[in-house]
């Protein structure tokens, strides 16, 4: 069962990363199990409101509004295609989603105007991708449903954006 941790003086829902004890597998998620893990990143996106500057005792900056935007509509174009992350605050003033599934790793962060990603999967080469915020990153987020889909023996699924 999840449970309630902090993370950089932020109160969130769900289990602290730990890349050496955790290996989630992506499947298709039954219904109730993915509204859950949905709500858990909406919750945690949610507590990145209330961070004030130094959020981390190191002199992290505080998250712009224009950010906490931003990353709401990604996070809804996340979910949009069953790619639930895990939702952190960056001491740069960005936001970060994260996905790791055994070696398989890939990384949105979500500025004020743009956005960096890359998806890392041992079966093949490093994609990389950023653009600005007004066009979104559907194209990236597309690439990442793709590469898990591949990876679940999943083929020739087709994925829009709303």
């Known amino acids: 069962m999840d449970s309630f941790y902090a993370h950089g003086g932020t109160q969130l829902y769900g289990t602290p990363r730990n890349k050496a004890a955790e290996s989630r597998t992506v499947r298709p998620a039954r219904r109730q199990e993915f509204r859950f893990e949905a709500e858990t990143a909406r919750t945690n996106l949610r507590a990145l409101e209330h961070l004030e500057a130094n959020w981390d005792g190191y002199g992290a900056q505080v998250l ?5 935007l931003n990353a709401w509509a990604c996070l809804d174009k996340a979910l949009n295609l069953s790619l639930v992350p895990d939702v952190l605050p960056t001491p740069e003033g960005t936001i970060s989603f994260e996905w790791e599934i055994d ?7 979500i500025g004020r105007t743009s956005y960096s990603m890359y998806i890392r999967s041992p079966d093949g080469p490093s994609q990389y991708y950023n653009g600005e915020m007004k066009e979104g990153p559907d194209r990236a987020l597309q690439s990442l449903r793709r ?3 591949e990876r679940n023996g999943v083929t020739g699924a087709s994925f829009t954006l709303g």
């Open 64 to 68: 712009s509004k224009a950010v906490r």
């Open 103 to 109: 070696e398989f790793e890939a990384h949105l962060q």
């Open 147 to 149: 590469v898990i889909d």
